[in-house]
């Protein structure tokens, strides 16, 4: 099979919804299939043309940067050009381009699939709720062209208004979870280094805007200070971004924190962040808008149970393995209690590992999407 694949952005920027395409992507490669990437040239350094592991990556030149997207001039040609030899299209939105796959699919018939990562948030701002409605408009066009859209989870497609209304073209397939064993050796030497006095440490995971409302947890750990004197909040991940001002929002309480807030930057290296999920006592997502969160499996593979906003989506990873807590989104005193539940009784929140790849496996994961790419999962009219 000759896939197409088409995101904003791919390798080395890394998200969720990155390292979700680039995984499945790798995978079928390595099953025989011929991939191939059109994505953003998002750093001057990268070629425009390489091959990573087996997946051909085609850069196109983005000038204009809108927001946190990128428009790239001569998209269109390349689209259509790349598309010809294509028996497949793989999609994932938000994108700006959703409607111009609709228009390629059609005109060539192709078979076209779109994977739904998220409805687009932005904070407030007239502009921004212009780029929610323009993308929204696109995605509709893309829906209705579709053959199949892939949903994280029924629990997110059940509200999600972009998701809701193309009931009978969504296929449900968990997002691919990879994640080396923690290396003991490694993860006791991070622990002594992170929390010196062997206070609790309380990880988050991922980019520092206000949807992941980094502000509610920072609020929830300088309440818990009473309790946890030598408390460790430890930030894993990009939190200065030059789209948003959540960093510089949030500053009077990471100052309030002091030394309780740490602050490692990205992990870009598997094994480096299982270390640091194992070094966790406990990991907190507090998002108001979350479509699943990766992070939250790939913790929970490394034995550190979650502590999670109870909204569409985020909450299913721990509903359907038990390993961690919800709580009511936004509510700081929710939130620090349910952290302080399950540092004091961590052996209530333990999930064995192989149990969690079951529910969450990788293999099943790259079968369904392979499945679906192929028209074998009777394609909805």
Known sequence: MRLLIALQYYLPHRTGYTLHVQRVAEALAARGHAVTVLTAHHLPHLPLRE??????????????????????????????????????????????????????????????????????????????????????????????AAHRIVGYSEDYARFSPYLRPYAEKLKVIYPPILIPQPDAEAVASLRRQLNPSGGPIIGFAGRFVQEKRPDVLLHAALQLRSQYPDLKLVFAGQHNLAYEKTWHACAPLVERLGDGAVFLGLLDDAQQLANYYAACDVLALPSESECFALVQVEAMLCGTPVVASDIDGARVPVTVTRMGRLFECGNVDALAAALHAVLTAPDDYHVDRDDIARIFSFDDTVRAYEAVFGGADAPAV
């Not at 793989?90 to 700006?96: A, G, N, T, Y």
């Not at 381009?97 to 609709?102: D, F, G, P, V």
């Not at 687009?120 to 408009?137: D, M, Y």
């Open 51 to 144: 091959h990573i592991a087996g997946v051909e990556v085609v850069r196109l030149p983005a000038p204009i940067r809108i927001s946190r997207g990128a428009v790239m001039p001569v998209y269109p040609w390349q689209a259509w050009r790349l598309a010809q030899d294509a028996d497949a299209i793989w999609i994932s939105s938000p994108l700006l381009e959703t409607a111009l796959w609709a228009g390629i699919a059609k005109l060539k018939k192709k078979r076209l699939i779109m994977t739904h990562h998220g409805d687009l948030h932005l904070p407030a701002g007239g502009f921004n709720r212009f780029i929610e409605s323009f993308t929204r408009a696109n995605y509709r066009i893309a829906a209705r």
